[in-house]
């Protein structure tokens, strides 16, 4: 005859591994989480808004009184998990500040021959990345990198090459599928901090950064950005602040250099 207490036993032992089986399948998947998605904030230059003070100008407008470079806008293609564009909307604002810290009048060094970039290199924050050209989609749009060469920083090719007269224009994601991208740290930049970009003539164009700033995307700054200036220039763009409902952040890093080697 089986004793009376051995079912009861052995049903206490049965639920007690289904519990442990149960914590160890929640655990793996909180850790999984934890991996691919708590990557923490990425650092965050101050946030600056239209009508905030300003004591000097990167961008210039054409002295003909004509338009500075076209402005370009976000990606509206991207698939539903990847991040957004690291450009400003087409419909964003034109607000008339600019960079806090004045560029020269004139870059230290000479304009360069046009050459497409290779690589990118910023050793403030880490970074050396292959460069690739990318251009505007059917509606106007700058298109951001995916796929295979999401994690890369892409030159935009209707924006002069680095070194050449003009404000070069290099984008980069963020994060990518839950992970720090080329660009995470880049709002950790400060004025004085080089970059340094290679070209497919085998020459290095040296930028010295002038100013990083946050700004909301539907008050981005298009002539402080993408408008005619002085000399050889840099502009280095990213997204950056809080999400709104459909997962897109709502503001961009935009980081001001100039010329100074060459």
């Given at each position: 005859?089986?004793?009376?207490?051995?079912?009861?036993?052995?049903?206490?032992?049965r639920?007690?591994?289904?519990?442990?089986?149960?914590?160890?399948?929640?655990?793996?998947?909180?850790?999984?989480?934890?991996?691919?998605?708590?990557?923490?904030?990425?650092?965050?230059?101050?946030?600056?808004?239209?009508?905030?003070?300003?004591?000097?100008?990167?961008?210039?407008?054409?002295?003909?009184?004509?338009?500075?470079?076209?402005?370009?806008?976000?990606?509206?293609?991207?698939?539903?998990?990847?991040?957004?564009?690291?450009?400003?909307?087409?419909?964003?604002?034109?607000?008339?500040?600019?960079?806090?810290?004045?560029?020269?009048?004139?870059?230290?060094?000479?304009?360069?021959?046009?050459?497409?970039p290779t690589?990118?290199?910023?050793?403030?924050?880490?970074?050396?990345?292959?460069?690739?050209?990318?251009g505007?989609?059917?509606?106007?749009?700058?298109?951001?990198?995916?796929?295979?060469?999401?994690?890369?920083?892409?030159?935009?090719?209707?924006?002069?090459?680095?070194?050449?007269?003009?404000?070069?224009?290099?984008?980069?994601?963020?994060?990518?599928?839950?992970?720090?991208?080329?660009?995470?740290?880049?709002?950790?930049?400060?004025?004085?901090?080089?970059?340094?970009?290679?070209?497919?003539?085998?020459?290095?164009?040296?930028?010295?950064v002038?100013?990083?700033?946050?700004?909301?995307?539907?008050?981005f700054?298009?002539?402080a950005?993408?408008?005619?200036?002085?000399?050889?220039?840099?502009?280095?763009?990213?997204?950056?602040?809080?999400?709104?409902?459909?997962?897109?952040?709502?503001?961009?890093?935009?980081?001001?250099?100039?010329?100074?080697?060459?």
């Amino acid at each position: 005859m089986t004793p009376q207490g051995t079912p009861r036993r052995n049903g206490g032992r049965r639920t007690a591994a289904a519990v442990l089986a149960a914590l160890a399948v929640v655990g793996a998947a909180l850790l999984v989480f934890a991996l691919t998605h708590q990557v923490g904030a990425p650092p965050e230059p101050p946030l600056r808004t239209a009508g905030a003070p300003s004591d000097g100008a990167g961008a210039q407008s054409s002295d003909d009184g004509g338009e500075p470079t076209e402005p370009v806008g976000a990606d509206p293609t991207e698939p539903a998990d990847a991040e957004p564009s690291a450009v400003p909307r087409t419909d964003a604002a034109e607000p008339s500040e600019q960079p806090s810290s004045a560029a020269p009048e004139a870059s230290v060094a000479e304009a360069l021959p046009a050459s497409t970039p290779t690589a990118v290199r910023i050793d403030a924050i880490g970074v050396e990345e292959q460069v690739f050209p990318i251009g505007l989609g059917e509606n106007g749009e700058l298109l951001a990198p995916r796929g295979d060469q999401a994690d890369l920083a892409a030159w935009f090719d209707g924006s002069p090459t680095p070194g050449e007269s003009g404000p070069s224009v290099i984008e980069g994601h963020v994060t990518w599928g839950g992970d720090p991208s080329v660009f995470f740290e880049l709002g950790a930049l400060e004025a004085g901090d080089r970059i340094e970009v290679d070209r497919e003539d085998g020459t290095v164009a040296t930028f010295e950064v002038y100013d990083a700033v946050r700004y909301p995307k539907d008050e981005f700054p298009t002539v402080a950005v993408y408008g005619r200036t002085d000399g050889p220039e840099l502009r280095l763009i990213t997204c950056a602040g809080d999400l709104d409902e459909d997962g897109h952040h709502l503001d961009n890093t935009v980081v001001f250099a100039r010329l100074v080697e060459g």
